[in-house]
């Protein structure tokens, strides 16, 4: 083929290519300005969502600490970086070409793997997680680039200059000082610049080396976009987006050599873009005491945590999770301070038999007269001495009816006509759980072959599998990527409000009932206001409101009384007396849960 004909193809393969990286985005900054809340229509232009970032407490203290981080890091790790890059240039080390791969290292080694032992290593060293660990972690992970950019510059440095310094009589000092340090200034710069972009947008380490208290921008976007994506988190992403674009371009400019006074000016445009909305709202009065509340996702909904925080000028933090073992993680690491927990039924056992809870105070709790006596005082906490039901429900299967046509048993998971349609939740109890019930048997087996014949039926059932997720299964029948789901009942039955196709059902064969209960840990810092969140969520008013937004079931007999019949009725929510005698509380298996994970995991890493 000639050149001539050639360029053209080339010329639209990297439009195509362009239009494939940037189109997201564009969407994502185009709806941004959309005046629906309803992301996929076009209703026309407006400003509020950037005004709302304004008014939102928690962005604003997230993109504050973003900032504080991005900034202390930024310092700390170009100084380290800078001085590491002309030891290993100038000094006069054994082995520089290892050292400077065992620097490069953490640029390659997967971020998954430095988080989780960065946060292993802070446990050893018995640091609270917080602003601290979140500080430290960036800067190990940041060093590395300032070395590699730092180096680069300086390998274009000419040393006779520096011999010629040396040779006029200058001293190493005045030498660095006068001849090196004008010389690497734009490396360096362009390093910091760098650090900052990527301190700013770092979600995986932070997730695993942060406190309450500590939330950034990153992390604050997704736990938001865990409850719906919202214009907010489109207007927020784009001055993000808009933020590090313009720190890149600063950087890149004095990479080519740009004179440092024109090329900071993006930089600083990049930072004032950012600043601003954390600026602005700095005049609200800040609320001193602070609630932590880590709980389940889909659990609570904002408008009922701001009702608590007005009645108690309290600012209340919300973290989310989807499973007990990352709750049981957090709390046994023992450095994260949280108040208020949510463990399901034998979560309570094992954080009793630690010693990880903190016996209630019932004095505290009056509105504890609401619960329904059938769902207090059971093995899993005596006389609810740690604990309060919060909601409960079952485990089953939501399925869009037209696609499947009608489902009762577990073995429509295993379905080979709905390959590539299936979700099961990512969760070892619960799906070695639904295996085990398949075959007829307890889902808190502990016979090695019982369990190994589930493990067996999960690595057959994987290639049918589309994604193991316990976070979003309710959004994946939603958007119609699944037509079946392994999940649990209360979002599974919220979704009937947007695709009346969609059912809930129970297999036949039986599976879980789960209470999850609101407790409080030993090492709550704030034991007092905790109680009065527990008793504030049992107010018949609250508790209603609660179910009615996540529908869960309530265990809060005087709630019940105030729900509609739509909720009361609805066999999803409130199960009939046939379902509840299928299902079976999963326990605390003791040393079997080992064998679980075991399991579990090698299902996960089956090919
Ligand atoms: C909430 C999931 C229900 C919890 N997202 C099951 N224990």
Known sequence: MSETRRAPVLGSLAALVYLFLYAPILVLVAFSFNQSRLTAEWKGFTLEWYARLLSSPQIRMSLGNSLVVALVTTVVATAIGTAAALALARGRLRRPGSLMALIALPIVVPEIVLAS????????????????????????????????????????????????????GAGPWRTF???????????????????????????????????????????????????????????VSTLLLVATALLLLSAHQLERGARARVAA?????????????????????PAERVLNVYIWSNYIAPETVRKFEQRHGVRVNVDLYDTNEALLAKIQAGNAAYDVVCPSNYSIQILRAQDLLLPLDHTALPHRVNLEPALLD???????????????????????????GPVD??????????????????????????????RGRSLNATDE?????????????????????????????????????????????????????LEYVVPKEGSSLFVDSLAIPRSAPHPELAHAFLDFVMEAE???????????????????ALLPPEITRNPAIFPPPDVLR????????????VLYDRLWTEVKAER
């Open 117 to 168: 032992s960065l946060l292993l290593f802070f446990a050893a060293l018995g640091l609270r997680l917080g602003f601290l660990t979140v500080i430290l972690a960036h800067v190990a992970f940041c060093v590395s680039y300032v070395v590699v950019v730092v180096r680069a510059r300086l390998a274009g440095l000419d040393p006779s200059l520096e011999e010629a310094a040396a040779d006029l």
């Open 177 to 235: 000082l006068k001849v090196t340090l004008p010389g690497l200034a734009p490396g360096i710069l362009s390093a910091a610049l760098l650090v900052f972009a990527l301190s700013i947008d770092d979600y995986v380490v932070t997730s695993f080396v942060a406190g309450v208290g500590s939330t950034t921008l990153p992390i604050q976007i997704y736990s938001m976009v865990r409850s719906g994506v919202t214009p907010e988190i489109n207007a």
């Open 265 to 285: 000016a993006p930089a600083l445009l990049g930072l004032a873009v950012l600043g601003a909305p954390f600026v602005a709202g700095t005049g609200a009065a």
């Open 378 to 404: 059971k093995p899993y906490d005596p006389g609810n001495r740690y604990s309060m039901p919060y909601f409960w429900g079952t485990c089953g299967i939501g399925y869009d009816r037209r696609r499947t």
């Open 409 to 438: 048993s577990w073995d429509a998971l295993w379905d080979k006509r709905f390959a590539g349609r299936i979700l099961m939740l990512d969760d070892a109890r619960e799906t070695i759980g639904a295996a085990l019930k398949r």
């Open 449 to 501: 072959g019982w369990l190994r014949d589930a493990q067996r039926q999960l690595i057959d059932q994987k290639p049918l599998v589309r994604v193991y997720d316990s976070g979003s299964f309710d959004a994946a029948l939603l958007s119609g990527d699944v037509w079946l789901a392994q999940g649990w009942s209360g979002q599974l039955a919220k979704v009937r409000e947007e695709n009346p196709d």
């Open 542 to 560: 609250i508790a209603a409101e609660i179910c009615r937004t996540m529908q869960y079931s309530t265990p809060n007999r005087a709630a019940v």
């Open 582 to 593: 299928r299902v079976e509380l999963i326990e605390d298996i003791g040393d079997a849960t």
